[in-house]
RNA sequence: GCUGCCGUAGCUCAGUGGUAGAGCACUCCCUUGGUAAGGGAGAGGUCGAAAGUUCAAUCCUUUCCGGCAGCACCA
């Protein structure tokens, strides 16, 4: 039942007025209890099925349940139908969940008792004054802050374990290592098998799988979360950085620093002594040369940037001074992080420092905004962004008033964000925010709800001073600027595997690498192909011929599944009138056209979004 | 980095303590076929690396490298 529509036992008493409901297992609300029911079962049949195996912590979350246990044998994924076996036979007993209130010294004697260290700790961690809840389904109890349905029978059978993980003990490294133990219930068995149906979609979609089969990129053994890009994964990503070049134009200067540079810059910066553990360094190879100086491989582009600042004399006309760079950078990113494209050891920014007066920095965070939003929309992501404001760390730099100040302006420039676009969410991660100042991290949502944290806008007030970089204000005097890091996609080679995720391969005309393929029926139609193929060339379009000795069968399929968007079919009777048959991807049937019309729709449909935004305004 | 699992042909995967197999892809031949796999032949692997156990290791053991899932991390 739910009391003013929180949720609790049925056998709870009821202690004031209160709305009462009661919920009954197809409620949606009563998820979260089949849910939390179904991982005390499976802590009951673990402990069944190995006495001495220690539970901890079981929470529901987001798509399931987990239940975290230790013991010294850890778990296999052969452990996980036993387990679901035993837990089904937990269920049809039918035992009903019933709550007793025990005194702390009681509880942690019990547990004590059993040996279960770990419950013994959590006992002390919860706060004097809040009750301890114990659960009994039948013999089996635990430490619990419920509640429960009635009895075990009301989970059902639509539950799943899905697999076996390490965990840390209260997610801290230097804790042990359980075992943790996923699983999902739902109130009905189609909706358990419409779940695991979106996860095999989810699947197909895997950024790592569709560049393969669309020969964007590999990875290989000596270049661990290094990439090695095909020539069609580096079309789409020149095509994103191309976007983003005509984005800046005007507003921005683009510049390239060094990839090398000596140890004692990052020094300076703070990196050495920071993030020295994320960092490559290099030095001369060769014996001979005796050349002992230690560089460092970039890890960020604001040193170089600001290298670029300091040449010459600033003045405060030249403010704001926007400098961008495709800059790649190399991070030494932990060996479990690495994923396909999402997490790499090498990856080019579209990176951009801003320089600018303390004045001028909400407008400047506005205008960034601005340019963020509109480019996810190009991009086609149209659903929800949140924007997080991420406050000081604990490693940092600089004084505490200075963060006081920065942090000040940042929540004032959050709020008329929130105001701007109903679209947009905002949230504040307290302690999250880079060593150098505070920084608003955008997340966008993707097509099957996923989010992703992409774009960041990064003011700082300490990296310029620290390289006493200044610029000289109207009165004269020495100023350090206001220094805003930023970037929209953040890392290329991620947002483009997210965007091949968000399409699920099937990209828009003007991203696709290989736009159209011409195809043949009949071999007499090769000569006309090719000169299709000239054309639409000449039309500005990415076009490839496949003139093989196969099938229109067998080639439509190949074709079809490296994602190629458009298939230009020609046969006899198209190379005797000038036509083309048009497939397009993903959709059944055919449309035949003059050529001549066909490229010209097929021309404008490819013109990126932000073109085609303009051409509209002239 | 930690825990578990995995590493056999370009890809997907089978297999064995006595030195390897399938399908797809590739090459050649036949086939000219109207929108998601036409037929045949051929070529292709020091079974991730090193050490150990054994008469004998791709298979068992150890270490290392890489991958996958989760955790931790992500300036």
Redesign the pocket.
């Known amino acids: 039942m739910a009391l003013d529509g929180k949720l609790a036992d049925l056998a709870d008493p009821i202690e004031k007025d209160a709305r009462i409901e009661f919920i009954s297992r197809e409620d949606p609300r009563a998820l979260e209890l089949i849910r939390h029911d179904a991982a005390h079962v499976m802590a009951e049949a673990v402990q069944s099925l190995w006495p001495g195996t220690q539970v901890t912590i079981g929470p529901v979350i987001e798509n399931g349940f987990f239940y975290d246990f230790y013991r010294n044998q ?1 778990f ?2 052969e452990d996980l139908p036993v387990i679901e076996k035993k837990m089904r036979e937990i269920i049809a007993r039918d035992k009903p969940f019933t709550k007793e209130v025990w005194p702390r010294d009681e509880a942690k004697r019990v547990f004590k008792e059993k040996g279960e260290t770990f419950k013994v700790e959590l006992v002390d961690a919860i706060p004097p004054g809040e009750q301890l809840k114990i659960y009994h389904q039948g013999d089996w109890f635990d430490l619990c802050r419920g509640p429960h349905m009635t009895s075990t029978g009301k989970i059902g059978n639509a539950f799943r374990l899905q ?6 003990w209260r ?3 230097n804790n042990p ?1 359980l ?2 133990i996923y699983g999902t219930a739902f109130a009905k068995q189609d909706e358990l098998d419409a779940y695991l149906h979106q996860l095999e979609e989810a699947e197909k979609r895997d950024h ?1 799988k569709l560049g ?1 089969e669309m020969d964007l990129f590999h ?1 290989q ?1 000596e270049g ?2 290094t990439v090695f890009w095909h020539a069609n994964g580096w079309t789409i990503f020149q095509e994103i950085v191309a976007y983003m070049r005509r984005r800046l134009k005007g507003d921005y200067r683009e510049v390239n620093a060094p990839q090398l540079l000596d140890k004692s810059l990052w020094e300076t910066s703070g ?1 050495w002594g ?2 020295r553990e ?2 490559f360094m290099a030095q001369s190879a060769g014996e001979e040369t005796e050349d002992p100086r230690i560089f460092a491989i970039k ?2 582009n604001c040193p170089g940037h600001i290298q670029i600042f300091k040449h010459g004399l600033r003045s405060y006309r030249e403010l704001p001074l926007r400098m961008a760079e495709f800059g790649v950078v190399h ?10 494209l999402m ?1 790499v050891r090498a990856f080019t920014q579209d990176d951009a420092h801003v320089f600018c007066t303390e004045e001028q920095m909400a407008e400047e965070c506005l205008k960034i905004n601005d340019l963020i939003l509109t480019t996810y929309a190009d991009f086609g992501f149209e659903g929800d962004l949140t924007v997080k404001l991420s406050t000081r760390p604990e490693k940092r730099v600089g004084s505490d008033a200075a963060w006081d100040h920065a942090e000040g302006i940042m929540h004032n420039v959050l709020k008329q964000i929130a105001q701007s676009n109903n679209r947009i969410k905002t949230a504040i991660n307290p302690g ?1 925010g ?3 100042g505070p ?1 608003f991290e955008y997340v966008l949502r993707d097509a099957i709800g996923r989010d992703w944290q992409c774009g960041t806008t ?1 003011v700082d007030f300490n990296l310029p001073e620290r390289f006493e970089a200044f610029y000289i204000a109207a009165d004269g005097s020495k100023k350090p600027p206001v220094m805003i890091h930023r970037a929209i996609c953040g890392s290329m080679e991620r947002f483009l595997g997210i965007l091949l995720e968000n399409y699920a391969g099937h990209l828009p005309l003007w991203l696709a690498p290989v736009q159209a393929v011409v195809t ?5 139609a090769d000569d006309y192909a090719r000169e299709v193929v000239a054309q639409a060339r000449r039309a500005g379009l990415r076009v490839e011929d496949d003139l093989r ?6 080639k ?2 190949e074709h ?2 490296a994602k190629v968007p458009v ?1 230009l ?1 020609v ?4 190379a005797a009138e000038r036509l083309v ?1 048009i ?1 397009r ?2 959709k ?3 449309q ?1 056209m003059p050529l001549d019309a066909a490229l010209k729709a097929l021309a404008e449909e490819s013109v990126p979004p932000d073109l085609r935004r303009m051409r509209q305004v002239a």
């Open positions: 850890p296999t994924s697999k076996v993980a390490g965990a840390y997610g801290d490294s290592m075992t943790r790592r393969r990875f053994e661990p979360g990196h920071w993030f994320n960092m890890p960020m991070r030494y990113e932990p060996s479990g992080a690495l994923h396909g997490r999250e880079a060593f150098y920084k990064q043949t029926i009949v071999s007499e000795n196969e099938k229109i069968n067998y439509v399929r079809s599944l298939l079919v046969g006899k009777k198209e048959s497939r991807l993903g059944e049937g055919q035949v």
